[in-house]
């Protein structure tokens, strides 16, 4: 980035309160404006991220400033380690269980994610995805291609043991618990909480909307509508403000614990990337793409 561009970042996020006040006051004269626009796609690395906000450097070098706002469609994909597990976070992960309620080998593959729309914790059949329609939450014919009805207490090998689940392959989807010495166990809403261990080389990935977590160097694509400048200024020539409707981040490496290359990565237990609460669907709170 040249020394006027980034003076002119600079200048834009010493300012942005004032920019964001101007945004919002020119915000129902300008609103014809934009829904008329075609969305302009945007293409290039993070420069950095701030409350409601990324500033973009495209592929021609040219600077946006984008706001987010909480109806934006987002999707953070990327790696993380252990150490980034936390408390509350939603995750999804294949396994078996036995008749004692028990998932039985160690777990080599688990993805924090965002429920979908109408997706809640439970147990599914191991190839369903999370925009499948119907689900049975936690029971079921795990062998089933369609989701089945509930299994009883009396209608299932080991069904009365598990809590009305029959032993099976499941995809399982719920809200992570670490407790006493870092033991890990799910909650899936119905039954008590299902243990569970990594194993030595498991492989997270996160899927979710959380874009407070990505930093500078992230590759980014975006559909914004750009939003009409008052100024003439060659600061703001240089800068251009939009508004996403769409976001989707691909993280450079993997998030580790409270911190993402130096910088500071909000947990999601507490910061649920201010999308619209969704009932019970956990954290974070977008349509994530599967």
Known sequence: ??????????????????????????????????????????????????????????????????????????????????????????????????????????VDELKVV?????????????????????????????TAKKPAKRVTASGGKGAAKTGGVAAGSYRIVGRLIVGHGGKLSVNVSRGKPLAFELSDKVAIGVDFADFT?????????????????????PQAQLVTAAVATEVKIELAEPLVGAKKRGTAAKSEAKHPAKQPKKGDEGLPEPAAEK
Not at 96 to 106: L, V
Request: zero cysteines.
């Open 1 to 106: 980035m040249s020394s006027r561009v980034l003076l002119a970042v600079l200048l834009v996020l010493g300012l942005s309160t004032p920019l964001q006040a101007q945004v919002r006051r020119g915000q129902q004269a300008r609103q014809p404006v934009m829904a008329a626009q075609q969305p302009t796609d945007v293409e290039g690395t993070i420069e950095g991220v701030m409350p409601g906000r990324i500033v973009v450097l495209d592929k021609g070098s040219h600077t946006w400033q984008v706001a987010v706002p909480a109806e934006a469609k987002v999707q953070v994909t990327g790696g993380a380690t252990a150490e980034y597990l936390k408390k509350g976070m939603i995750v999804e992960f294949k396994a078996e269980i036995d008749d004692k309620r028990t998932i039985k080998d160690k």
């Open 114 to 142: 965002t429920l979908s729309p109408g997706e809640k914790p439970g147990l599914f059949p191991p190839e369903s995805k999370a925009d499948d329609q119907g689900g049975f939450g936690a029971g079921g014919d795990a």
């Open 213 to 233: 977590v990505a930093s500078k160097g992230d590759k980014i694509t975006a559909k914004v509508l750009k939003v009409p400048s008052r100024s003439n200024s």
